[in-house]
């Protein structure tokens, strides 16, 4: 890669695994609720990615797939942001980046049932098996150590699937559409459907302001920024190269936790963290033909 790709990779590798971080702050006891980060989440990211997109002329074609570009919006954002927000009153950063990392193996199983042959080829099957028994690891130690809940666990991967079922849906009907239209377009269907929460939940008592400053973090970096950085390094080195950023925004947001908030690096994570990556890796790995 050339330099500017490596810089791009670097950016959005760090940026995407501060999401977790930002919103472990944001939802703490007494601070903001799951729906209204998510609501002030993306109404500042379609602040800014909607002008960008008028100004590049590829909001209009947008709107005429609005339907598809909805659809993306409830898989990639209003399920699993809520989710992630809502897991995290509960769970730690670091784990719910890890469990989060398990997209790359719904994203393998999905392919396949619609008709990839190539995920049953015996290495990916071996990343699948491997990522599982990560999970299995994560779950199960954490469970002896009484750390964990099963229910955030469940919405994690909840959002995992979310994450998964995105993409393909993008890929098979919209895909010749500007990736920074489609985004502000769904970033605006979200922030329309939890408006009715945010203004339920709106915040009456005083909220710490790193707390604030978290929120409109998570809406300028993760959210507007990194969509923009990202299609550039997808323009520059291709889907293939530039989604391996997953393996290493885990990878950085447990770092954070621990740095940042002091979170403790658990079994579970020490043990479960590298069999997801690795899993997740080898799964999504496809089989090079001649």
Not at 120 to 127: D, F, P, Q
Not at 232 to 258: C, F, Q
């Amino acid at each position: 890669m050339k330099r500017s790709s490596w810089i791009n990779f670097s950016l959005v590798s760090l940026l995407w695994g501060v999401p977790y971080l930002l919103i472990r702050v944001a939802v703490a006891p007494g601070e903001f609720t799951p729906a209204f980060v998510v609501f002030s989440r993306v109404s500042i990211g379609a602040a800014l990615l909607i002008p960008y997109a008028i100004r590049r002329g590829t909001l209009r074609p947008a709107l005429k797939h609005f339907k598809w570009v909805a659809a993306y919006g409830i898989l990639e954002m209003v399920g699993p942001w809520g989710f992630i927000s809502q897991g995290e009153t509960k769970l730690n950063s670091g784990l719910a980046a890890l469990l989060i990392a398990t997209v790359a193996i719904w994203a393998t199983l999905l392919n396949g049932m619609l008709g990839d042959k190539t995920v049953w080829h015996s290495s990916r099957l071996i990343g699948l098996a491997v990522g599982f028994v990560g999970i299995c690891f994560v779950v199960g130690l954490e469970s002896i150590q009484g750390k964990v809940n099963i229910a955030a666990i469940i919405l994690l991967l909840l959002a995992a699937m979310g994450y998964a079922l995105a993409p393909t849906l993008v890929r098979h009907k919209i895909p010749e559409l500007d990736g920074a239209a489609v985004n502000g377009l769904a970033l605006l269907t979200t922030a329309i459907i939890y408006l009715p929460f945010a203004i339920a939940q709106w915040p009456h008592h005083h909220v710490r302001a790193n707390s604030i400053y978290s929120v409109i973090g998570l809406g300028v970096f993760p959210t507007a920024l990194c969509f923009v950085i990202f299609f550039k390094l997808m323009a520059d080195i291709g889907i293939a190269r530039a989604s391996l950023v997953a393996y290493v925004n885990t990878g950085v947001a447990v770092l954070l936790g621990v740095i940042v908030l002091h979170e403790k690096l658990t079994t579970g994570i020490l043990v479960g963290l590298p069999l997801v990556i690795i899993g997740s890796y080898f799964a999504s790995r496809r089989r090079v033909t001649q």
